[in-house]
């Protein structure tokens, strides 16, 4: 089943395994047997070794999460210290554990003014699960119970839970569930590059803000409990929005007395340069979904964040929330997302990314559009989406769409990068802790990669 010549004894009994026991995420399985699994061994820093011994550079962070790199000794040592005293205890029953209780105080100090209530789940699907009932829930204390309907946007990837895939706007992942649920809606969001037209960026971030207005006013504001966004679409493609959108966004959920949700589980704690997404466009959301980052994927941890008004009213409410999971709080996840945060403030890591390596990462990828296949390189922080074109003046897609990524992806593992393809737009967003000689060497990968992929064009499929 390996690829290569000749694999190891070891390799080819993982990937033996693999195919008879594992069902993976988000995979053709009929595809998959065919083929042979890559096996992923060993880390360190921004760079992952196979069970072949070869190295390759993890320009997506594991997905979107090893914010702090491989390796750290401190979050394992965090982890192993906390499972020597308390490997586990629930938060049921009017009981607690110290590492939740500091992990709340410590969320608090990094998130925008009056964020500071904490619940706790253990994935951004969960947590955003979670925020869908918690939603409902306040406005049924409101006296507003017909208040229920989210509105999210087309591109927007919130979970795989049967209420975060119907938030999700990413229509693939609708039809096999029977999906959406009734009570979501979606709204095209801000692609400039694909629906901006001849319009300005900040203006077409206004006109895309205001679709929102129009759907509120479709379904009617009685009946609209919240809108959900990520400041920058992630699995989506990468897409970020011109600067007037996210404020836009912000006026009309106030006027019509919509929640407004800001999905940090990509965006949050330092990608974007500040300490969440929604800070780096200027807005100050009721409720925060976080994951990912927090601890920076070492252990799964997740949380929503409530603003003083929806966790006021669940205070007040005076009956039992009947919503929780058995790890909601764990002990030792929370003890590593503890050190996690600890050691994001004494390594200046969100200061670096705004100041120092972020602007490298983005000069540095920037420099790529003048490759014939890249309409457009967009993004912030260390986050980074690459457009494959076919026409850069016209901005025109390939026919049928997603095989010029998918070609580019592959030459990209094979040349020893991980980079992610959607549609075809190339992702990236390495470890906060990247070097400049390490982003150097994905740009220059990439690069190679782009070059290979413009050779096989006429080998693609693509029509004419």
């Not at 033996?16 to 009929?30: C, G, I, M, Q």
């Not at 209530?117 to 955003?128: C, D, I, K, R, T």
């Not at 939603?135 to 309907?149: A, E, H, N």
């Not at 209420?163 to 400039?192: C, N, V």
């Amino acid at each position: 089943m390996s690829t290569r010549a000749n694999p190891r004894p070891e390799t080819l009994r993982w990937q033996e395994l693999d195919h008879r026991h594992h069902l993976h995420p988000f995979t053709d399985y009929k595809d998959m047997l065919a083929k042979a699994s890559r096996i992923i061994v060993k880390a360190e820093g921004v760079y992952l070794w196979d069970s072949e011994g070869e190295r390759l550079i993890d320009g997506m962070a594991g997905l979107w999460c090893v914010n702090m790199g491989y390796g750290r000794k401190e979050l394992a040592e965090a982890a192993y210290r906390q499972m020597l005293e308390l490997p586990y205890y629930n938060t049921f029953f009017q009981t607690a554990t110290p590492p939740p209780i500091e992990l709340g105080k410590a969320i608090a100090e990094v998130t925008p003014k009056g964020l500071d209530h904490v619940f706790y789940a253990n994935s951004g699907s969960e947590a955003n699960d979670s925020v869908v009932k918690i939603v409902r829930y306040f406005w049924k204390l409101q006296g507003k119970p017909d208040k229920s309907i989210f509105i999210s946007r087309e591109f927007g990837y919130h979970g795989v839970t049967m209420a975060a895939a119907s938030l999700s706007g990413l229509k693939p992942m609708h039809p096999q569930f029977g999906l959406p649920l009734p009570g979501f809606a979606h709204i095209e969001t801000a692609y400039w590059w694909r629906q901006g037209g001849d319009m300005t960026p900040e203006d077409y971030g206004l006109k895309a803000a205001r679709a929102l207005e129009a759907k509120i006013l479709e379904l009617g504001p009685e009946r609209v409990a919240a809108f959900i966004g990520e400041p920058i679409h992630g699995a989506g493609g990468l897409i970020v929005p011109p600067m007037s959108y996210w404020p836009e966004i912000e006026r009309i959920c106030r006027k019509y007395d919509v929640l407004l949700i800001s999905d940090e589980v990509i965006c949050g704690f330092g990608r974007t340069g500040n300490w969440f997404g929604c800070q780096t466009f200027g807005v100050t959301p009721d409720l925060m979904t976080v994951a990912k980052g927090l601890s920076s994927g070492y252990l799964p941890i997740s949380a929503v964040v409530l603003g003083p008004r929806v966790a006021d009213a669940l205070n007040r409410a005076g009956e039992e929330f009947v919503h929780g999971f058995t790890y909601s709080g764990h002990p030792t996840a929370c003890a590593v997302a503890l050190e996690n945060i600890r050691l994001m403030h004494a390594e200046t890591i969100v200061e670096r990314v705004r100041n120092v390596i972020g602007p490298y990462f983005q000069k540095k990828f920037a420099a790529l559009a003048d490759h014939p296949l890249v309409g457009e390189v967009r993004g912030k922080g260390l986050l980074c989406g690459i457009e494959l074109t076919a026409d850069k003046k016209t901005r025109r897609n390939f026919d049928p769409e997603g095989k010029v990524g998918l070609a580019c992806r592959n030459h990209c593992f094979r040349n020893g990068l991980i980079m992610r393809a959607t549609r075809d737009t190339m992702l990236a967003s390495p470890p906060l802790i990247i070097k400049e000689s390490e982003v150097d060497e994905m740009v220059a990968k990439f690069r190679t990669c782009l070059d290979l992929t413009l050779k096989d064009l006429p080998t693609i499929g693509l029509k004419s």
